[in-house]
């Protein structure tokens, strides 16, 4: 998968998720417009019917405040993928925070994973943690391990968190839960490299079974001709 193919797949998944978002507000802006002339009809002057009127208008502008926020994580999202991409020019090499990484990723992959029955969880990190490794090319990882587990069906919980393991960076992958955790489990243990990274950059999955069914990621330079 090269840089292109990945940024169409974000892309498309996240253009999908903000049209959603946009309805939403859109739905709800024009509830709010019709309880806001409601308020002035002879049967919405009572108490009871004042009192609902206002209820409903509160959740209307609650639902359109939560999709604004949520469209704003999606632009954010989207936002990066693009600076993201400037990596194949040398213009955003790195180094990069793998947590924000994560966090973008999920944001951006929502939609793909619906579609498969994946959950994506982006773990909460203590404080950022940095690896002199191009964005892109972890968000192409991310999305690898994705596909192996929907290839062999989805139904499973994923959660990626930025971490350390022998003081090297890299990402903790966990296969939480899911009808088919196991078989997801046994396609990420037989796939320990992943061929997202360009050369000069190595991304290895290795299984982390000191602590439980959990890999890392771990994401490095090497030698161009070794890739």
Same mark, same amino acid.
């Given at each position: 998968?090269?840089? *292109?193919?990945?940024?169409?797949? +974000? !892309?498309? *998944? ?16 024009? !509830? ?22 206002? =209820? ?7 639902? %359109?405040?939560?999709?604004?926020? =949520?469209?704003?994580?999606? %632009?954010?999202? /989207? ?10 020019? $040398? ?8 947590? @924000? ?10 939609? =793909? ?9 982006? $773990? ?14 972890? +968000?192409? %990882?991310? #999305? ?6 929907? *290839?062999? $069906? ?21 296969? !939480?839960?899911?009808?088919? @955790?196991?078989?997801?489990? %046994? ?6 490299? #992943? ?10 999955? /290795? ?9 890392? #990621?771990? #994401? *490095? ?7």
């Amino acid at each position: 998968m090269n840089t *292109s193919q990945c940024t169409a797949r +974000l !892309l498309a *998944s996240a253009v999908h998720d903000m049209r959603n978002v946009l309805a939403v507000i859109r739905e709800s802006a024009g !509830l709010a417009q019709d309880l806001a002339a409601m308020a002035d009809a002879p049967a919405a002057r009572n108490v009871s019917g004042a009192l609902a009127g206002k =209820q409903r208008l509160e959740a209307a502008l609650a639902e %359109a405040q939560r999709s604004v926020g =949520q469209g704003a994580a999606l %632009a954010e999202a /989207m936002d990066y993928l693009a600076q993201s991409g400037g990596a194949e020019s $040398g213009e955003h090499g790195g180094p990069c925070d793998l947590a @924000r990484v994560n966090r973008s990723f999920c944001l951006l992959a929502a939609r =793909q994973a619906r579609a498969a029955q994946i959950g994506l969880v982006s $773990g909460e990190s203590a404080e950022p943690v940095w690896a002199s490794v191009p964005p892109m090319d972890v +968000l192409r %990882a991310l #999305l690898e391990i994705f596909d192996l587990c929907a *290839s062999v $069906g989805g139904q499973v919980q994923l959660r990626f968190t930025a971490g350390r393991r022998q003081k090297e960076e890299g990402i903790v992958v966990e296969v !939480l839960e899911g009808a088919n @955790r196991e078989l997801a489990l %046994a396609a990420m243990t037989g796939s320990p490299m #992943l061929s997202g990274m360009r050369p000069g950059w190595r991304a290895a999955l /290795m299984p982390w079974r000191e602590q439980g069914p959990r890999f890392f #990621l771990s #994401l *490095s330079a090497c030698d161009s001709d070794a890739a």
